[in-house]
């Protein structure tokens, strides 16, 4: 068995200036196949509430299926870096909840974060989490929980204004305690000038080339994603691929192709003479 990547590691390679490679999956089996690559970090996020349910937004996932998938990715995964997604509502009631549902993934998933979509308002939140002993990955920018009140999700920190708002956030947030940032769809320049601020990992989706690192969700990197952001790059298009499978596999079965004897199970050598007897003494009709 491999040594398990930890908190301390990403620091390392902040710290060396190497990138950090980070996916967001949700199944045992994507997590198997991306755990055998260079990949540092994984992340079991609540886009799984799109990805894998289908639903408008992230909104829908909650606490008991993220923890069922975390679990998943973590089996398959062992030795990554593991970040859970907080999601909706599982830390918004009162702190002693939010506290409770961090430890629940780190007593029955085994990760090494927690991931929350932080403002002003939850900075107590985060504070407590990281007293309780457990570390936190801040996520500021693009806020995909925040769906219904800002309306529509669009780039941050384009204005002065904004930026100087985001990185007063950030300070905060690393105040609170934060083990590490999360920028989804925050303006290049002030990703590097928030990257650079600070000792912690930054990792980027979508805000450019100066963070520490990089993450994309698995459905974007393998082609399965029929629309995009901007920010998303394809690495394969395995989209056709699976189609004409299925499509070959209907064909088959219709046309009686499949299965054959090659994949079927048999009864052992001299087997079926006496089953058939036996059944004919009893007066079964073949």
Do not use: W
Not at 64 to 92: G, K, Q
Not at 159 to 173: C, M
């Amino acid at each position: 068995m491999g040594t398990k990547i930890t908190i301390a590691d990403l620091a390392e390679a902040k710290r060396r200036g190497k990138k950090i490679s980070a996916v967001s999956c949700y199944d045992y089996t994507t997590a198997k196949l991306a755990g055998q690559t260079g990949v540092e970090m994984l992340l079991a996020g609540d886009s799984a509430a799109q990805f894998m349910l289908g639903y408008d937004t992230t909104l829908p996932a909650t606490m008991d299926f993220m923890v069922a998938i975390t679990a998943a990715v973590r089996r398959a995964a062992p030795n990554v870096c593991l970040v859970a997604d907080m999601p909706f509502l599982s830390y918004h009631v009162s702190v002693p909840k939010a506290v409770e549902n961090a430890g629940r993934f780190f007593t029955e998933c085994g990760v090494q974060m927690v991931k929350i979509e932080a403002s002003e308002s939850y900075l107590d939140v985060v504070k407590a989490i990281g007293d309780a002993g457990m570390a936190v990955m801040g996520h500021i920018g693009i806020r995909p929980q925040s769906i219904n009140k800002v309306g529509r999700l669009r780039a941050e920190a384009k204005t002065v204004q904004q930026a100087q708002e985001l990185i007063r956030l950030a300070d905060q947030l690393v105040e609170a305690g934060v083990c590490s940032l999360l920028l989804e769809g925050v303006a290049a320049e002030v990703s590097e000038i928030i990257t650079k601020r600070y000792e912690l990992p930054v990792i980027g989706c979508g805000s450019g080339p100066g963070c520490d690192g990089q993450i994309l969700i698995a459905p974007d990197i393998l082609g399965l994603t029929t629309e995009k952001p901007k920010f998303a790059k394809n690495y394969c298009d395995i989209q056709e691929t699976i189609i004409k499978a299925f499509g070959r596999y209907d064909k088959d079965v219709k046309g009686k192709k499949y299965p054959d004897a090659k994949h079927s199970y048999h009864i052992k050598s001299g087997e079926l003479k006496k089953l058939i007897k036996t059944l004919a003494d009893r007066e079964f009709f073949f």
